[in-house]
């Protein structure tokens, strides 16, 4: 069974920084496109960033975390992150890892995928 857990999420400061980690099991993330989903009570899910399967591994963000956010994969943990850099109060969300790739708002395709339960994120003074 697949399996995906997220861990990293805490209370920052604006400006400040989190390395998410997504630890999969059931799956080798090699082969699947790999996403980061963000999710504010009250508002919908949205894709923030991605990794393609395959060895090109090319990489898509979100507009608004473009230049702040980094993802990336080990292989030899089967772990993806995501680097977050220079916080803002508008990253405050639950974010999620899945065995899909998308980016801004909902896709017919997320219904596919294997989601974790989400880490807590919160970007406050």
């Known amino acids: 069974q697949v399996q995906l857990v997220e861990s990293g999420g805490d209370l920052v400061q604006p400006g400040g920084s989190l390395r998410l980690s997504c630890v999969a099991s059931?799956?080798?993330?090699?082969?699947?496109?790999v996403g980061w989903f963000r999710q504010v009570p009250g508002k919908e899910r949205e894709g923030v960033s991605c990794?393609?399967?395959?060895?090109?591994?090319?990489?898509y963000y979100l507009d608004s975390v473009k230049g702040r956010f980094t993802v990336s994969r080990d292989s030899a943990k089967n772990t993806v992150y995501l680097q977050m850099d220079n916080l803002k109060p508008e990253d405050t969300a639950v974010y999620y890892c899945?065995?899909?790739?998308?980016?801004?708002?909902?896709?017919?395709?997320?219904?596919?995928?294997?989601w974790g339960q989400g880490t807590q994120v919160i970007v406050s003074s």
């Open positions: 899945a065995t899909v790739c998308g980016i801004g708002d909902y896709s017919d395709y997320w219904a596919f995928a294997s």
């Open positions: 059931g799956v080798t993330l090699d082969y699947y496109g």
């Open positions: 990794m393609d399967s395959g060895d090109d591994g090319r990489t």
